[in-house]
């Protein structure tokens, strides 16, 4: 198991950096190329997601980019190498890349994908992946892949689960560009803010997060993931009963249950307060 202080940025295109309440951001920083993604960034991601996941101090992930795009997606070079590659070579780069969205798909810990302008093809997989999505009024979304005669392969799992088959269906074969309020009629997009009130937002939604016991928000989560599609029978209900039983017993769940009972606050609300109280700790990390 490792901490945060052992997570450096890969790169100055990839950022990375916690605060002392235990929230990451994984900045994508490459606004001249509206933050394209190639096989290099994708690695850099993968290795970040794989980090964060080993870290008990880090609570909440959120996954941002700068400039005025989220992300356009594949980088025009990396493609141009790709169109020359074997079939082999093709398919350990994609495998990188469905690799990488697994991780993400299945962090542990909440994300929240910010998204505050466009955000194109694998982009659109990368907040499929994400538990939250916030965007902006401009933020908008295509999954352009068949314009140049391509599938959203490897990102399809994902889109399929957030926006349903028979959207997915549309979208993948139009390649229609939609804006943020589609976006959230489809169940991609959670919530949408105006530009200037995105940061807080997220800020909102991270400290909400927070206030809620970090040992039942990752059990949480994985029940999500774990009973989706099943059918209700007498092994998912043995199994659910099992999943409550223990976390009731368990040292969280007793505190928790404990602080309600008291009309007190739990110990990892009250130690997220004494960490907000305490001096901005600056922890970005360069690159290394």
């Not at 990839?14 to 994508?28: I, Q, Y």
């Not at 990752?218 to 029978?233: C, G, M, N, P």
């Amino acid at each position: 198991m490792i901490t945060h202080t052992d997570i450096r940025s890969p790169s100055e295109q990839v950022l990375f950096d916690v605060d002392s309440c235990g929230v990451a951001t994984v900045t994508m920083n490459n606004p001249d190329k509206h933050n394209a993604f190639d096989d290099s960034i994708i690695a850099a991601l993968s290795q970040l997601f794989h980090d964060i996941a080993q870290c008990d101090d880090i609570k909440v992930m959120i996954l941002a980019s700068t400039g005025k795009s989220f992300s356009a997606g594949a980088d025009l070079g990396w493609m141009k190498r790709m169109a020359s590659y074997s079939y082999q070579e093709n398919l350990a780069d994609a495998n990188a890349l469905a690799q990488m969205l697994k991780k993400l798909n299945f962090l542990p810990q909440p994300t929240i994908a910010k998204v505050q302008g466009a955000a194109f093809g694998g982009a659109v997989g990368l907040a499929s992946c994400c538990d939250i999505v916030l965007a902006s009024e401009k933020a908008s979304f295509c999954l352009s892949e068949v314009k140049l005669g391509l599938i959203p392969a490897t990102i399809s799992p994902y889109v399929v689960n957030a926006i349903g088959q028979k959207a997915s269906r549309r979208y993948f074969q139009t390649a229609e560009r939609f804006f943020a309020d589609k976006a959230q009629l489809l169940g991609l997009v959670d919530e949408i803010l105006p530009l200037d009130k995105l940061d807080a937002a997220v800020d909102k939604m991270t400290q909400t997060l927070l206030a809620n016991g970090p040992l039942a928000v990752r059990q949480a989560k994985q029940l999500a993931l774990d009973v989706a599609y099943q059918d209700i029978d007498e092994a998912l209900i043995e199994m659910t009963s099992e999943r409550i039983a223990a976390i009731r017993v368990s040292t969280e769940g007793q505190e928790g249950l404990s602080a309600f009972f008291e009309k007190r606050q739990p110990t990892w609300q009250a130690s997220i307060q004494s960490e907000k109280k305490q001096p901005k700790d600056s922890t970005t990390k360069g690159e290394g």
